[in-house]
């Protein structure tokens, strides 16, 4: 699913408008609609009361004045406050205001925040219609304090097309914005709530079929793409009854060292778990036979350890020849950030020919020569945690995640490389291509999950998916696994084993829901 900024919601709006006759007020009824039917599920899982809807002058003023009349011809009791003069509401909101009066319903003008504040701390449901994309300053003002008058209340919130307050584009809070259970956006998603802070303040992401044509849709530039489960499942490779191991890829997961044997065990039974058809570990030799007990179904290669057991910059030229008998490596779980491990990675990624993924301490090793990195020969898909992106970028913490999806963007072009930027709403950048994944939860923020990530799309990448694919598909499988493991567990009684036990189920699911 096209995710879109709000200048080519604009345009595509007016394209819809222009070239296929669609009218405006058409779009405002459907979208209205849609709220209404949401607003219903939502006031009645609530206790009794009035459905308050605050509305702008605006176009998303308009939708909740749609909202409203069908709400009340449903009966529910409706309350709808107007933070505008009424004659400053004009074309298809305009209309509808007018409409919502016929209907007997009264738009209550208002100039102050306190009996909007009262009637919302004793209403079942309230409906921000306040402000829309085109949202760009600091909120101030009446509308400002009704944003607050929303989430001091203490009820529910559903918010039209974007939360009031926020930015559609990046998902920051300007000055102040509605906290929503759940958001009815239009047609296609924003930007901004794919991004931190917005997917937060959006709740529940609801996307509203209000009648684009499909061909429109194909044909509309985006700045990101949602992934889904019916995209992910044509890419699975299919299985003839005929096939055997050597067809679904040979994966060297490049991986542990002394206390960090879970990494690399959870990188190949993961990979195992996605398909993959032969692992093998090459692990520093002392370690060799407690991944021999941890690992039933893997094959080990011990290889030249340092004196603190990590993986020695003297077994390069055994692993470059082990990789070619492969279709793919995982590089880098548990390896430590050992002077000896650090040079053995960064010769690894500038010298292999196989395509490779790169996580944990080995994009540590090449954030402090990020030139192994940018001349790899290889196809590379590096897996970086906030963290790493900060030291592969030579950027804060904090300004990665404030500017995630550029930060993406800019260290895929960099690196010549397919990047998963990891966290909430993990972001696949490749140049100028993006998807952001919408599966996962809280409880993947524990140790190992990103061993598990790594395991998965290597084995997708081997199997013959191309690496932007396999990055995207291996995200949104990993998140779908975790997603099905707190659902068993729960998310703080998570742990990255449960998603290795989760992923057959989370293959299913997508396989289903192709279907």
Not at 166 to 186: I, S, Y
Not at 226 to 236: D, H, I
Not at 284 to 309: F, Q, W, Y
């Amino acid at each position: 699913m096209k995710i879109l900024t709000a200048a080519q919601m604009r345009d595509f709006d007016r394209a819809a408008i222009e070239t296929r006759g669609i009218r405006g007020a058409q779009l405002m009824e459907r979208a209205g609609r849609a709220v209404a039917e949401r607003a219903v599920r939502l006031a009645r899982e609530a206790p009794a009361g009035d459905i308050v809807i605050i509305c702008g002058r605006g176009n998303n003023g308009g939708d909740g004045f749609v909202a409203a009349r069908h709400l009340a011809g449903r009966g529910f009791r409706v309350q709808v406050f107007l933070a505008a003069e009424r004659e400053a509401v004009t074309g298809d909101a305009g209309e509808n205001l007018g409409r919502l009066a016929e209907a007997g319903i009264e738009a209550v003008e208002v100039a102050d925040a306190a009996p909007v504040a009262a009637a919302c701390r004793d209403a079942a449901l309230v409906v921000d219609a306040l402000l829309g994309t085109g949202l760009s300053g600091e909120v101030r003002g009446l509308a400002a304090d009704l944003i607050r008058a929303m989430n001091e209340a203490g009820r529910p919130v559903l918010a039209v097309d974007v939360p009031s307050g926020l930015e559609a584009d990046t998902g920051a809070e300007l000055g102040v914005a509605v906290q929503a259970v759940e958001t009815v956006t239009m047609g296609l998603p924003k930007l901004g709530l794919c991004l931190y802070p917005g997917m937060d303040r959006a709740g529940r992401l609801t996307v509203a079929d209000i009648g684009f044509p499909p061909d429109l849709v194909a044909a509309s530039p985006c700045a990101a793409e949602l992934t889904e489960a019916a995209w992910v499942a044509r890419l699975l490779p299919k299985r003839d009854r005929s096939a055997h191991k050597g067809e679904f890829g040979r994966l060297l997961v490049v991986a542990g060292s002394v206390g960090m044997t879970g990494a690399a065990t959870l990188a190949a039974e993961s990979a195992l778990r996605a398909g993959t058809g032969l692992a093998y570990v090459g692990c520093p030799g002392s370690l060799n036979d407690i991944l021999e007990v941890k690992l039933t179904e893997a094959l080990t290669h011990p290889l030249p350890e340092t004196p603190e057991r990590s993986l020695d910059s003297t077994g390069l030229s055994r692993i470059l020849e082990l990789s070619e008998e492969m279709d793919v490596l995982a590089i880098g779980p548990g390896v430590s950030r050992h002077p000896g491990t650090a040079q053995l990675i960064r010769g690894l990624v500038a010298q292999g020919r196989k395509p490779f993924v790169l996580d944990a301490d080995g994009l540590t090793a090449c954030a402090d020569e990020p030139s192994a990195l940018e001349g790899a020969h290889a196809a590379a898909v590096i897996t970086p945690h906030p963290g790493e992106m900060s030291r592969l970028m030579g950027i804060s913490t904090g300004e990665v995640q404030a500017k995630r999806y550029e930060v993406a963007q800019a260290a895929a072009r960099r690196f010549r490389a397919v990047v998963v930027l990891k966290g909430a709403y993990t972001i696949i950048a490749e140049g100028e291509r993006t998807m952001i994944n919408p599966t996962g939860n809280p409880g993947l923020a524990t140790g190992g999950t990103g061993d598990v990530l790594t395991g998965v799309v290597a084995s997708l990448l081997g199997q013959g998916l191309a690496p932007f694919e396999a990055a995207a598909a291996g995200a949104y499988l990993h998140g779908l696994a975790g997603d099905i493991a707190a659902e068993r567990r729960g998310r703080a009684s998570l742990i990255a084993g449960d998603l290795v036990e989760a992923l057959p189920e989370a293959f299913a699911r997508v396989l289903r829901a192709s279907e």
